[in-house]
Nanobody, 122 residues
Framework: HVQLVESGGGSVQPGESLRLSCAISGISFSRACMGWFRQTPGEEPGGVAS???????DYANTVKGRFTGSKDNAENTVYLQMNSLNPEDTAMYYC?????????????????WGQGTQVTVS
């Protein structure tokens, strides 16, 4: 049974930081591409960051230099450190996993999804 559980969302003021976590079970964490996505009402999920099985990261242009993705293989957990948050970052944030190569920021490429965690910046 595959399970992805996000945590760490909340309400912050512009300029502040949040760290999202995604605990994964039921998949081979060391072989999977991990993605972070965000979604606002009426929109499709948009790619934010990806963390490949070797730790290589990729980012959407809108978050480069502010967000950092990482993984802890021992804890089967993926993280998204978000700094210098602004109101445009307000969204529901999801982590996702898939056995794909190369790793992707494209939501249709991912089969396994968490339930999401809300981030509000105002």
């Amino acid at each position: 049974h595959v399970q992805l559980v996000e945590s760490g969302g909340g309400s912050v003021q512009p300029g502040e930081s949040l760290r999202l976590s995604c605990a994964i079970s039921g998949i081979s964490f060391s072989r999977a591409c991990m993605g972070w996505f965000r979604q606002t009402p009426g929109e499709e999920p948009g790619g934010v960051a990806s963390v490949d099985k070797d730790g290589t990261t990729d980012y959407a242009n809108t978050v480069k230099g502010r967000f950092t993705g990482s993984k802890d293989n021992a804890e089967n957990t993926v993280y998204l450190q978000m700094n210098s948050l602004n109101p445009e970052d307000t969204a529901m944030y999801y982590c996702a996993a898939e056995y794909i190569w190369p790793c992707s920021l494209n939501s249709p490429d991912f089969h396994y999804w968490g339930q999401g965690t809300q981030v509000t910046v105002s």
